[in-house]
């Protein structure tokens, strides 16, 4: 039998809070009976809707929760107002408590960080948290770090960003030696911010066992599968994300007025179905949704706020992956691992220099 799995939901969080999370813990559930779930909210939105959902209550704790973080609170707002007694909070709290193996909310994203941050702290190995989001490709899936938890980064921290995409890679993409590539305006290497450069010099020199660098790519790389791991600061990567997604949906809208125009474009859709079936699946970006909050001493997933049930149960499925990879432990082992080797280097040096 599998090892039991337990996951903490934010039930209020999202556009639509419990009426999206329920049915989609039952639907996850549904595909992995070795998940538990604690359940967070208010008794008087959550009672009613779990009736509904028998299986799911089954395997469930419910803890009443007075306030719920709004999609437009301040984090700063949100910190202080819903620290303790927030369904937010007390969803990231049961993992800190390890009642928990992860966490999961749709809520307020600055809110979920902060709140994060605050209770899980950052990881000893870690200067700064990223959020990773899942990237369909041509060759698959890669993984995009970081998706809008660090505006701005330096060369330092885009190494790390590289270290802890190697280490989701291998969890989730089953990667033993997964590529990474950093995000640039071009492939050459005299090209991009200095920070870029210096981080891309830093991945060389190290030779990491755990990942293989392949230098600098573009943003239309992405969708290649050029590298397994692409590596850039929050506000590129968010801004790469939603555009991707936009694209996505934008591509399913001509799909439609196209099969729309006629009785003829019709029937080739009838004909087609099973390529276009395909094709559906592949823009659905339910299937990735779910960011991986990473650098934490615990494991947060933020779901889409306005994901439907499938969405969340992607969520709450790729919550799962991470939490039975050890994927936190893997990461501090990497970047200990690599700060000792330095640390070797370094006395070496400076032994070489005194014995001259």
């Not at 813990?25 to 998940?35: G, H, K, Q, T, Y």
């Not at 179905?273 to 339910?286: E, H, K, N, V």
Request: glycine share 12%; proline share 3%; with cysteine.
């Amino acid at each position: 039998m599998a090892a039991i799995v337990t996951a903490s939901l934010d039930v209020m969080g999202g556009d639509k809070g419990a009426g999206v999370v329920l049915p989609g813990a039952e639907i996850a559930l549904s595909r992995f009976p070795d998940l538990r779930f604690r359940l967070f909210g208010d008794e008087a939105v959550v009672g009613p809707i779990m009736k509904l959902h028998p299986k799911l209550a089954a395997v469930s704790t419910f803890e009443h929760c007075e306030i719920s973080v709004k999609m437009d609170d301040k984090p700063s707002q949100a910190l202080r107002r819903g620290r303790w007694r927030s369904s937010m909070w007390r969803t990231i709290e049961a993992v800190k408590s390890g009642t928990a193996d992860y966490a999961v909310s749709a809520g307020n994203t600055g809110a979920l960080m902060a709140m994060a941050k605050f209770c899980l702290r950052g990881s000893a190995e870690i200067d700064r948290p990223a959020i990773a989001g899942l990237w369909p490709t041509l060759k698959g899936e890669s993984i995009l770090l970081d998706c809008g938890a660090t505006i701005g980064a330096e060369a330092d921290v885009l190494f790390e960003f590289a270290v802890m995409g190697a280490a989701m890679a291998r969890a989730l993409l089953d990667k033993e030696r997964p590529t990474v590539g950093l995000l640039n305006i071009g492939v050459e290497e005299v090209k991009g911010l200095e920070q870029i450069r210096i981080a891309g010099q830093m991945l060389r020199e190290a030779a990491l066992p755990h990942l293989e660098y392949v230098g600098f790519v573009e943003g239309n790389d992405i969708g290649k599968g050029v590298a397994d791991v692409v590596v850039t600061e929050g506000f590129a990567g968010n801004i790469a994300l939603k555009a991707a997604e936009g694209t996505a949906r934008q591509i399913a809208g001509y799909i439609r007025e196209a099969v729309d125009q006629s009785l003829l474009a019709r029937l080739g859709f009838m004909l087609a179905s099973g390529a276009f079936g395909r094709l559906r699946r592949t823009l659905d970006t339910r299937r990735s949704n779910g960011g991986v909050f990473l650098g934490l001493n615990g494991i947060v997933i933020k779901s889409h706020g306005g994901a439907d049930a499938e969405g969340f149960a992607a969520a709450i499925e790729i919550g799962r992956s991470v939490a039975k990879s050890r994927i936190v432990d893997k990461i501090n082992e990497d970047l200990a691992q690599y700060r000792a080797s330095r640390l070797l280097e370094e006395d070496a040096r400076l032994a070489k220099t005194g014995a001259m």
